[in-house]
């Protein structure tokens, strides 16, 4: 059993240094699990200072695996951390989209694939429950054994087979088989080109029958506050603001969650994150980030 409490074992002897040292070295895992259990950058990096707190006052002694009890400490947390978030998120102004992270330095965000990191399972996994989304994580993600993650989501192993299971099949009747990366880049350019130009023909063309459109403003910003939903809704949606959202503004490309996605800039500053998720039916979702708090983060991506 692992208390996770923090400040009640502190330990005398510990070397801080040494103890940075391991912390730091498994950092970018902990990222990865605590962002693909949140969805939130900012929230994951919130949950490692509290992380970073709680092992600076164990007793780090009586540790025998750091990483393992690391992986632990941030899964629990974020599984607690994700419970309260969800309560804000239903007074969300607009849709509530994934915080994007940039990954073309760090593709897999500490993970050995990058599963659970693109914005459609992103979004399929928040209609999973916290203890479903943490264990589809820890397997689909990191390869955890299924005992290694009973033990942090304090389960049985059966029950742990049948989390990721009922996650996957969940996963797998809600999401079509996605394009290839290069396939995904294609569209997305194909897409805001004619977005810029207003081509409700090419628009419908690239859209499939169903296609959404989401936009993440949070009330901060001028943005849809309910998705659009259908081809052709949103191929007229998108031409309508054509002349006054496109103008002025540089497009740069990012590799953002896995995937390509277009930084729109209007006199140097980011306004938007774009990009869609597609698959053989054409564009099956249109993401426009616009939320400054989300963004900011990648402002300085080029």
Do not use: C
Request: charged share 25%; aromatic share 8%; glycine share 8%.
């Amino acid at each position: 059993m692992v208390d996770i409490g923090a400040g009640s074992h502190r330990s005398g002897t510990g070397d801080l240094d040494q103890a940075a040292a391991t912390f730091e070295s498994v950092r970018p895992r902990l990222f990865g699990i605590a962002y693909r259990i949140l969805g939130s950058a900012t929230e994951a990096e919130d949950l490692l200072q509290d992380v970073w707190l709680r092992w600076q006052a164990y007793d780090r002694g009586v540790v025998a695996d750091p990483a393992a009890f690391l992986a632990t400490v941030t899964t629990r947390l974020a599984i607690n951390t994700l419970q309260s978030a969800r309560m804000r998120r239903e007074t969300y102004v607009g849709p509530w989209l994934p915080e994007p992270v940039a990954t073309g330095d760090d593709p897999h965000l500490g993970a050995e694939r990058g599963e659970a990191l693109g914005f459609a399972v992103l979004l399929l996994l928040e209609k999973l429950s916290p203890t479903e989304r943490a264990a589809y994580v820890l397997r689909e993600a990191f390869d955890y054994p299924y005992r290694q993650i009973a033990e942090i989501i304090e389960t049985s192993e059966v029950a742990v087979r049948q989390l990721v299971s009922r996650a996957r099949k969940h996963i797998a009747s809600e999401r079509r088989a996605p394009v290839t990366r290069a396939e995904q880049r294609r569209l997305l350019t194909a897409f805001v080109t004619a977005a810029r130009s207003g081509d409700l023909a090419v628009l419908e063309d690239l859209l499939a029958t169903d296609a959404i459109s989401y936009s993440d403003g949070g009330g901060a910003v001028r943005a849809s506050r309910i998705p659009v939903i259908g081809g052709f809704r949103v191929a007229k949606y998108v031409r309508a603001f054509a002349d006054r959202f496109w103008a002025g503004v540089e497009v740069e490309w990012a590799d953002v969650n896995g995937q390509a996605a277009a930084l729109l800039r209007r006199d140097g500053e980011l306004f938007t994150v774009l990009t869609v998720n597609a698959s053989d039916e054409g564009i099956d979702q249109v993401l426009w980030l616009m939320n400054p708090d989300k963004i900011a983060a990648l402002s300085a991506v080029s």
